[in-house]
């Protein structure tokens, strides 16, 4: 993929992003040059590094966990794959090491769950997917940035080591623990001691999620 190639975004790809991700044109070239300028390898792709350099990023306490979520989950397949031989080497390979970059596309779908909910989100077709920006997959993205070990439960540990990263070093980890285990104590249900998703929505009932998470895009 030579740079220049990649540093023009087709027609045909602004549609599709457009269908998927809800942006509308003019953001998704906008968007687009942000992501170009991201781009320090001129690959079009970015690195974890490409990331780091965002300010809101850095400064953020969850930053690493956000940035992780641009990344797609390490394919179970490939990994399988490459132990037992099943696939061309090749192949698995490629996917393995495809997931430390991110491209245009999967920029954007990452970046939908922040989109604001508009009236055109509303009334949808039901046999069409919920949009990436509905307040059930804002929640879903949200409850993946707890569970790390993606066993759909945050357990404890996973609690305690989002909050560790939110508060100073003021808090004793005596009183982190005792409000990780208030959070459990009242969002557990099914008295397993971890919170599965359903538990986690029903905690945020009343949250005004759909403002929360998003960020105003120009448009
Ligand atoms: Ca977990
Ligand atoms: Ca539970």
Same mark, same amino acid.
């Given at each position: 993929?030579?740079?220049?190639?990649?540093?023009?975004?087709?027609?045909?790809?602004?549609?599709?992003?457009? !269908?998927?991700?809800?942006?509308?044109?003019?953001?998704?070239?906008?968007?687009?040059?942000?992501?170009?300028?991201?781009?320090?390898?001129?690959?079009?792709?970015?690195?974890?590094?490409?990331?780091?350099?965002?300010?809101?990023?850095?400064?953020?306490?969850?930053?690493?966990?956000?940035i992780? %979520?641009?990344?797609?989950?390490?394919?179970?397949?490939?990994? %399988?794959?490459?132990?037992?031989?099943?696939?061309?080497?090749?192949?698995?390979?490629?996917?393995?090491?495809?997931?430390?970059?991110?491209?245009?596309?999967?920029?954007?779908?990452t970046? %939908?769950?922040?989109?604001?909910?508009?009236?055109?989100?509303?009334?949808?077709?039901?046999?069409?997917?919920?949009?990436?920006?509905?307040?059930?997959? !804002?929640?879903?993205?949200?409850?993946?940035?707890?569970?790390?070990?993606?066993?759909?439960?945050?357990?404890?540990?996973?609690?305690?080591?989002?909050?560790?990263?939110?508060?100073?070093?003021?808090?004793?980890?005596?009183?982190?623990?005792?409000? %990780?285990?208030?959070?459990? /104590?009242?969002?557990? /249900?099914?008295?397993?001691?971890s919170?599965?998703?359903?538990?986690?929505? !029903?905690?945020?009932?009343?949250?005004?999620?759909?403002?929360?998470?998003?960020?105003?895009?120009?448009?």
């Amino acid at each position: 993929m030579g740079s220049r190639a990649s540093s023009l975004l087709r027609e045909e790809e602004i549609e599709d992003i457009k !269908k998927e991700t809800g942006f509308s044109h003019s953001q998704i070239t906008r968007l687009y040059s942000r992501f170009t300028s991201l781009d320090k390898g001129e690959n079009g792709t970015l690195s974890r590094e490409d990331f780091q350099r965002i300010p809101e990023l850095a400064i953020n306490p969850l930053g690493d966990r956000i940035i992780n %979520a641009f990344f797609p989950e390490k394919s179970t397949e490939a990994v %399988a794959g490459l132990i037992l031989g099943a696939y061309q080497e090749c192949h698995a390979l490629h996917s393995l090491f495809s997931e430390d970059q991110v491209n245009f596309r999967g920029f954007m779908r990452t970046l %939908a769950h922040f989109r604001p909910i508009e009236d055109s989100d509303k009334n949808k077709d039901p046999r069409v997917p919920e949009p990436l920006n509905s307040r059930n997959n !804002k929640l879903l993205f949200a409850f993946r940035l707890y569970d790390l070990d993606k066993d759909d439960k945050i357990s404890r540990e996973e609690l305690l080591q989002v909050l560790r990263m939110m508060v100073g070093v003021n808090i004793s980890d005596e009183q982190l623990g005792s409000i %990780a285990d208030r959070t459990i /104590q009242e969002a557990d /249900q099914d008295g397993d001691s971890s919170i599965s998703f359903t538990e986690f929505q !029903k905690v945020l009932e009343k949250v005004d999620v759909e403002q929360k998470m998003s960020i105003r895009f120009l448009h």
